[in-house]
């Protein structure tokens, strides 16, 4: 078997069995919801310090709505992987 060809075994392998674990309903989402508010709560904070010591620094531009709302998608981006923990899709 070529090594394309396992890895793409090993990713359809990966995925159904995500796929068989998730929560399927609201009922068993909801033991994972303050870990998820936890994560967030701790990214956004991360964010705001940010935005906090960027302001502190005297530059103009930390105090507008725009950069605001683009650190915040940031964080959330670059971490949504964590924030999701356990109900993230496997990296393929």
Known sequence: ??????EEKLKRKALKEWEARRPKT??????YLPG??????LVMTAAVTVIVVLGALGLPWAAHFWFQFAVYLAFYLVFQRFIM???????V
């Open 1 to 6: 078997m070529g090594k394309k060809k396992r």
């Open 26 to 31: 609201f009922r068993q989402f909801l033991p």
């Open 36 to 41: 998820i508010f936890l994560r967030t709560t």
């Open 85 to 91: 923990g356990p109900l993230a899709p496997p990296k």
